[in-house]
């Protein structure tokens, strides 16, 4: 029996290093209706693009997509969410997908998984999925969330600091990664149930939020259970940047428009 799930998709016109970014042009269409494509083919209820600019909301109106206006002042992306599930009328128990608006290459798959996870496992309030790192770079890299779980596959704690750290490899001045260490990056997409939502945004901002910058770490902190699973398929890196941006564009500047 497959799962019943909805997906949402954020899309903000303002990027400090790439403006205009769901606009982009990728092969004659903007970058906004990639992502759509690739939610509407993961088999999802509805699929709606949420943003606070009337220049997206005309874009994906003209490719026959769903959109909704809200408001520019969320303080997270997650607070802006919970305002979609109150505009689409959705009750406490749908379960709601959460892809970002700069990710063209998402496999539909990955967008399943996440959504299937959530739905067997009802202790967890959010399920998201990982990678593995295996280069040292990647590892230390604070742009790079890293992610470590329990044994029954739930969240113990996300960083932006190389977690678990390898003392004695680190120690030692050997190159690389141990062999032994189970380094996972985390991926930014979501599956939450909406009663979550509602508490989210009830909540003050973590201390631990507040300085990893990771709105995730707020469910932890109210002790809310994070689901993760390792990704069913690669996940290509978003367009942050100009070389994101080309980069995309080679691998899918000559699909058809």
């Not at 769901?22 to 209706?33: A, C, E, H, S, V």
């Amino acid at each position: 029996m497959s799962t019943v799930f909805h997906i949402v998709i954020p899309a903000r016109y303002a990027s400090t290093r790439l403006p205009a970014k769901p606009l982009r042009d990728i092969g004659g269409k903007p970058m906004i209706q990639w992502v759509h494509q690739q939610a509407l083919a993961a088999g999802a209820q509805s699929v709606t693009v949420a943003t606070d600019d009337s220049r997206i909301r005309d874009a994906v109106r003209g490719f026959g997509g769903e959109v909704v206006m809200t408001s520019p002042d969320h303080p997270s992306g997650t607070d802006r969410l919970e305002e979609v599930t109150r505009l689409l009328g959705f009750d406490d128990d749908t379960l709601l997908v959460n892809v970002q608006g700069d990710e063209p290459l998402i496999p539909p798959a990955v967008i399943r998984q996440v959504a299937a996870n959530l739905a067997a496992n009802p202790d967890a309030a959010v399920a998201t999925l990982w990678e593995p790192i295996l280069a040292a770079g990647d590892f230390d890299n604070p742009n790079i969330v890293k992610v470590v779980a329990d044994r029954a596959g739930m969240a113990l704690y996300f960083s932006r600091a190389p977690i678990p750290w390898p003392r004695d490899h680190r120690l030692a001045g050997a190159p690389g990664l141990p062999e032994e260490l189970d380094a996972r990056r985390h991926l930014g997409i979501y599956a939450y149930r909406v009663r979550e939502l509602r508490d989210f945004v009830t909540w003050p901002v973590a201390p631990l939020e507040r300085l990893e910058c990771l709105e995730q770490l707020r469910f932890l902190w109210q002790g809310r259970r994070i689901h993760l699973a390792e990704a069913c398929a690669p996940v290509p890196g978003g367009v942050d940047t100009e070389a994101d941006l080309a980069r995309v564009i080679d691998m899918l500047g000559g699909a058809a428009p």
